[in-house]
């Protein structure tokens, strides 16, 4: 295979200094963690990559594309599955569920569960089953691991109860089998899509709702779900394919008309400045969580920089941005240098349509309301209600409806929130 080497020197030096990075940056937070990542070779697990490239902590490797070059499989980067590893809290003798196969994760859960715990890794393609059943051979796991082949939308009855079930492939929604196939005192970990958003949440059981409550989350991203949990965004392809709009979450507050913002950016844009500030080294995922929950119309923005006509102005060369529809109007984020001496970065908008200043300057206080209350802090509490479940049995938040769940997503109180100025709604 394209880059795959035989030559294995170095190895111990790579692995190590691997180990030390991710102790640094707290994903590995355990001795049995550690444990696992030093007896499991790795790159015994990614033949496609040199040594260099399978030990990168922050790499990943695609394993599979489709025709248009869209990753189908891929092996998480250490960093992500450290995290997830820590995470999930696995105790020796444990019974695991990982849905999303590729053959390295469940040869660390196999270390983290010992001779006396079972490790189940699932996948809808028997390509990827295939390649992890031949890998987890090579490396000396195939009796500790059981490969299945399978839609994981039901996940695995006949291994189940479950006491931790991990997914590692970018999940829309949460079916009903993953819930129920969790032992009581279980944790699932999955990478939930909220609004466009991808999260890696750690749920525990909520046995008073009969759905799950988030106790971690950290902003990841995934190879999307395939099979019947798979999900395709809404598009809205404006001037022949400038600039496209996706909209991820069915929006009930904002009907989107066939040609309602044709033209909209012919109108005068309008500029406003938050004042708001993000650190250059600093994490997104709060902010785009923040107006994700309180604008009703959020989506993302892509320019296609080979139809660029300047009509959409992002700083250097950034192709997409946090944008809200709302009816005609449209508006989309960017940054420039901020005034301060910190080298941070100001959050701005510019906005389009009949009512472009009002959608503005709403999005730019919401932004203000990020930066004063929310920057730094917790991020989001997220809960899991199954389907169908009534609004009043359900706290205040924003609530986005999927195909099996309802997502909660609610924001520590502040004195600004306290006094009426949070701008959360019930649902989508």
């Given at each position: 295979?394209?880059?795959?080497?035989?030559?294995?020197?170095?190895?111990?030096?790579?692995?190590?200094?691997?180990?030390a990075?991710?102790?640094?940056?707290?994903?590995?937070?355990?001795?049995?963690v550690?444990?696992?990542?030093?007896?499991?070779?790795?790159?015994?697990?990614?033949?496609?990559a040199?040594l260099?490239?399978?030990?990168?902590?922050?790499?990943?490797?695609?394993?599979?594309?489709?025709?248009?070059?869209?990753?189908?499989?891929?092996?998480?980067?250490?960093?992500?599955?450290?995290?997830?590893?820590?995470?999930?809290?696995?105790?020796p003798?444990?019974?695991?569920?990982?849905?999303?196969?590729g053959g390295?994760?469940?040869?660390l859960?196999a270390?983290?569960?010992?001779?006396?715990g079972?490790?189940?890794?699932?996948?809808?393609?028997?390509?990827?089953t295939?390649?992890?059943?031949?890998?987890?051979?090579?490396?000396?796991?195939?009796s500790?691991?059981?490969?299945?082949?399978?839609d994981?939308?039901?996940?695995?009855?006949?291994?189940?109860?479950?006491?931790?079930?991990?997914?590692?492939?970018g999940?829309?929604?949460?079916?009903?089998?993953?819930?129920?196939?969790?032992?009581?005192?279980?944790l699932?970990?999955?990478?939930?899509r909220?609004?466009?958003?991808t999260?890696?949440?750690?749920?525990?059981?909520?046995?008073?709702?009969?759905?799950?409550?988030?106790?971690?989350?950290k902003?990841?991203?995934?190879?999307?779900?395939?099979?019947?949990?798979?999900?395709?965004?809404?598009?809205?392809?404006?001037r022949?394919g400038?600039?496209?709009?996706?909209?991820?979450?069915?929006?009930?507050t904002?009907?989107?008309?066939?040609?309602?913002?044709?033209?909209?950016f012919?109108?005068?844009?309008?500029?406003?400045?938050?004042?708001?500030?993000?650190?250059?080294?600093?994490l997104?995922?709060?902010?785009?969580?923040?107006?994700?929950t309180?604008?009703?119309?959020?989506?993302?923005?892509?320019?296609?920089r080979?139809?660029?006509?300047?009509?959409?102005?992002?700083?250097?060369?950034?192709?997409?941005?946090?944008?809200?529809?709302?009816?005609?109007?449209?508006?989309?984020?960017?940054?420039?240098?901020?005034?301060?001496?910190?080298?941070?970065?100001?959050?701005?908008?510019?906005a389009?349509?009949?009512?472009?200043?009002?959608?503005?300057?709403?999005?730019?206080?919401?932004?203000r309301?990020?930066?004063?209350?929310?920057?730094?802090?917790?991020?989001?509490?997220?809960?899991?209600?199954?389907?169908?479940?009534?609004?009043?049995?359900?706290?205040?938040?924003?609530?986005i409806?999927?195909?099996?769940?309802?997502?909660?997503?609610?924001?520590?109180?502040?004195?600004?929130?306290?006094?009426?100025?949070d701008?959360?709604?019930?649902s989508?």
């Amino acid at each position: 295979m394209t880059g795959m080497t035989t030559d294995h020197t170095g190895i111990d030096e790579l692995r190590e200094a691997a180990i030390a990075e991710l102790r640094s940056a707290g994903t590995i937070a355990s001795k049995e963690v550690e444990a696992a990542f030093r007896a499991v070779p790795r790159h015994v697990f990614i033949p496609e990559a040199d040594l260099a490239t399978a030990w990168d902590p922050y790499r990943a490797v695609v394993t599979k594309r489709d025709e248009h070059g869209n990753a189908l499989s891929s092996v998480s980067d250490m960093h992500v599955q450290s995290y997830m590893l820590t995470e999930a809290r696995i105790e020796p003798g444990m019974n695991v569920l990982e849905i999303g196969s590729g053959g390295y994760n469940a040869a660390l859960i196999a270390e983290l569960v010992g001779p006396d715990g079972r490790v189940t890794t699932v996948d809808i393609d028997p390509w990827v089953t295939d390649r992890a059943g031949r890998l987890l051979d090579a490396a000396g796991y195939s009796s500790r691991v059981e490969v299945v082949l399978a839609d994981a939308e039901a996940g695995v009855p006949d291994g189940a109860p479950y006491d931790r079930i991990l997914v590692t492939v970018g999940s829309w929604d949460i079916p009903p089998a993953w819930i129920e196939q969790l032992t009581d005192d279980g944790l699932l970990v999955v990478p939930l899509r909220m609004r466009g958003l991808t999260r890696t949440i750690a749920f525990a059981k909520d046995p008073a709702t009969g759905g799950l409550q988030s106790v971690g989350a950290k902003l990841f991203g995934f190879v999307p779900m395939q099979g019947s949990g798979s999900h395709q965004a809404k598009l809205v392809v404006l001037r022949d394919g400038e600039v496209t709009l996706r909209f991820d979450d069915d929006d009930h507050t904002t009907v989107l008309e066939p040609g309602l913002l044709d033209g909209v950016f012919d109108t005068e844009r309008v500029e406003v400045w938050s004042g708001a500030v993000i650190g250059n080294f600093e994490l997104l995922d709060t902010v785009q969580m923040w107006m994700a929950t309180t604008q009703p119309g959020f989506c993302w923005l892509t320019l296609d920089r080979d139809k660029d006509s300047g009509v959409v102005s992002l700083p250097g060369t950034r192709t997409m941005a946090m944008a809200v529809v709302d009816g005609p109007d449209l508006a989309y984020i960017l940054t420039r240098p901020s005034a301060q001496a910190d080298k941070s970065s100001e959050f701005g908008v510019h906005a389009y349509g009949p009512r472009a200043r009002e959608l503005a300057e709403r999005v730019a206080e919401q932004l203000r309301v990020w930066g004063r209350d929310h920057r730094g802090g917790p991020g989001p509490c997220y809960r899991i209600y199954p389907a169908g479940t009534a609004d009043a049995l359900i706290p205040d938040g924003r609530v986005i409806d999927k195909r099996h769940v309802r997502v909660l997503i609610s924001w520590p109180q502040t004195a600004a929130t306290d006094a009426g100025q949070d701008a959360s709604s019930r649902s989508t």
